[in-house]
């Protein structure tokens, strides 16, 4: 990937480039092996027990590689890892052996994640499926611990945490661990074929970019008022999709797979954006969210992303990328992630079937499931394998965006990545009853964007 083209940018990334893979490569050959135990299992941990964390789960189970399987479990609601244990039973029974998870290695409460760790040896793996604001709070602690990670996208939601993440995954790389991010499209057959084809020529130079996710309200990113039996620390984090310090909204939640696969294909990372946005429907939700989200992202060569994200019922739908090149245009991915169905097509007129020129063939194999057979692999083999920079970099750059519509300002690369507004500061001392960390207002309601109002920071 090719990094903005600015000097502070540069500096702020903590040697990243050709310098942290150098810096990579020295440490892995300094560092001893970091395996699991001797008789080749991996065991595996699963913090953050929603249904991301257990599809998680499951692919991490279905590698066939080796022997695997689940030890421990941890989330701050017990419904919640109640749920995910049943359902990986149905798949996983205990007499196989690959769901190993007695009551006293279910764990709950905000320390559940350092017990679940516990449970774990170096080499082992621990998945983070929380919502993203614990990111780097997990990452610390297993870092501490030696074991391997896989983590969920987004791993970062505003510029001080970027950092930390990034200087956190010093240490990983200096222990010779393995990290995954769940962006999965890395992962994709199809997608990785199409990209082969675009560096080749066949699109010619990329010009534009477009992408879309418009559908209904997805998720839990519509939030109406707290109900009387909940504290607010614990409703905050259920309803995590309405709260830009827990997820960094629906926009950094929902979009970024769209932004990290068009940057991909484009092999850059855009140098600055500008938006619009709107809070149009709200009936009595009281949560950060806009419904709707139009950005426009400047490359260094000039060439432009356009990015649409809407939540509105009975409005058209979309959910799809596309790339315009200087000879001919491609299909990115066609209706949700997987399958991607990429195609290329002759000139601009996509979905002309007399102007189809390339098809990858279906049926594809799935980017979940490869991003965790690539994982376990390269822990089997030690063979080099950390995503977290390009991660940490995508959620930068849909945090970008955000930014742009919440304030109504051009925002670049090095203004996110230097914002000194971090969401929850006093994130390692949460409690279920103490204060949370977005507070409501006098008139009963959550602070939220105001474009061209509050114009250096998101809310506040």
């Known amino acids: ?185 890395r992962h994709c057959k199809a997608r990785g074929e199409l990209i082969d084809r675009v560096r080749s020529g066949e699109i010619g130079d990329i010009v534009t970019m477009r992408a879309y996710r418009q559908t209904g309200p997805v998720g839990v990113a519509f939030v109406p008022p707290k109900p009387d039996d909940i504290s607010e620390v614990a409703y905050q984090i259920r309803k995590f999709h309405g709260f830009l310090w827990a997820s960094g909204g629906c926009y950094s939640d929902f979009l970024i797979h769209n932004v990290d696969e068009c940057c991909w294909v484009k092999d850059a990372w855009p140098v600055k954006a500008e938006a619009a946005g709107a809070r149009t429907y709200r009936d009595d939700c009281i949560d950060q969210n806009f419904d709707t989200y139009s950005v426009e992202y400047t490359f260094d060569d000039g060439s432009k992303f356009f990015l649409g994200g809407r939540n509105i019922d009975g409005v058209k739908s979309e959910f799809a990328s596309y790339a315009h090149g200087s000879k001919n245009s491609a299909v990115i991915s066609t209706n949700s992630h997987s399958p991607a169905k990429c195609r290329i097509y002759k000139g601009q007129k996509l979905g002309s079937r007399k102007d189809l020129l390339w098809a990858f063939p279906q049926p594809e194999p799935n980017p979940y499931q490869l991003e965790w057979d690539h994982l376990v692999e390269a822990i089997r083999n030690d063979h080099p394998f950390n995503e977290v920079e390009r991660g940490v970099k995508a959620s930068l750059v849909t945090s970008m965006g955000r930014m742009a519509a919440h304030t109504g300002q051009v925002i670049t690369y090095d203004e996110m990545l230097n914002c000194e507004h971090e969401f929850a500061p006093d994130l390692a001392n949460l409690t279920m009853d103490g204060p949370a960390p977005l507070q409501l207002l006098p008139d009963g309601k959550y602070p939220i964007p105001r474009p061209g109002i509050v114009r250096d920071r998101e809310f506040g």
């Open 1 to 185: 990937m090719t990094d903005p083209k600015t000097g502070a940018s540069r500096r702020d990334f903590l040697k990243t480039g050709g310098a942290v893979a150098a810096a990579a490569t020295l440490a892995q050959a300094a560092s001893p092996l970091v395996h699991a135990g001797e008789d080749n299992t991996i065991q595996v941990a699963l913090i953050g027990c929603g249904g991301r964390g257990t599809g998680a789960a499951e692919n991490a189970l279905s590698t066939q590689s080796g022997p695997i399987k689940l030890v421990a479990m941890a989330d701050v609601f017990e419904d919640k890892l109640n749920g995910s244990y049943s359902q990986l039973e149905k798949t996983f029974s205990p007499e196989s052996g690959q769901l190993d998870v007695p009551a006293e290695r279910r764990f709950l409460g905000f320390d559940a994640y350092r017990k679940a760790i516990d449970c774990l040896k170096p080499g082992d793996v621990a998945i983070f499926a929380t919502p993203p604001a614990f990111r780097w709070l997990n990452f610390a602690y297993a870092i501490e611990k030696g074991v391997h990670v896989f983590m969920e996208k987004p791993v970062t939601v505003d510029g001080p945490t970027s950092k930390r993440m990034l200087e956190l995954n010093e240490k990983a790389m200096a222990k010779n661990l393995k990290v995954g991010v769940g962006l999965m499209c």
